[in-house]
Nanobody, 119 residues
Framework: QVQLVESGGGLVQAGGSLRLSCAAS????????MGWFRQAPGKEREFVAA????????YYADFVKGRFTISRDNAKNTVYLQMNSLRPEDTAVYRC????????????WGQGTQVTVSS
């Protein structure tokens, strides 16, 4: 069974930075793509960024392009989300998720880490 554990959230002022981590574990862990999603109170969950495990190709939501960077460390089975120039509207619970093969849904999710950006 795959487990995903996020860390790195917290409280930061607008314009600040945070780096989220998502560590994957489990004997059966394999990944095609890992992604970050977020959900603010009263809002739908939305896609933030994703990265292909094999070649590092990254995808971003338009609202984070130029501010957030996703990366991965294959040796550590860890994905990172570097978040710069944070805005109050970035406040949300951020969760990572794993998809094991092309065309498959994300089927493993972490519990999430809270990011709060004050104005």
């Amino acid at each position: 069974q795959v487990q995903l554990v996020e860390s790195g959230g917290g409280l930061v002022q607008a314009g600040g930075s945070l780096r989220l981590s998502c560590a994957a574990s489990g004997r059966t862990f394999s990944s095609w793509r890992m992604g970050w999603f977020r959900q603010a109170p009263g809002k739908e969950r939305e896609f933030v960024a994703a990265i292909r495990w094999s070649d590092g190709i990254a995808y971003y939501a338009d609202f984070v392009k130029g501010r957030f960077t996703i990366s991965r460390d294959n040796a550590k089975n860890t994905v990172y989300l570097q978040m710069n120039s944070l805005r109050p509207e970035d406040t949300a619970v951020y969760r990572c998720a794993n998809s094991r093969a092309p065309g498959r849904e994300y089927d493993a999710w972490g519990q999430g880490t809270q990011v709060t950006v004050s104005s």
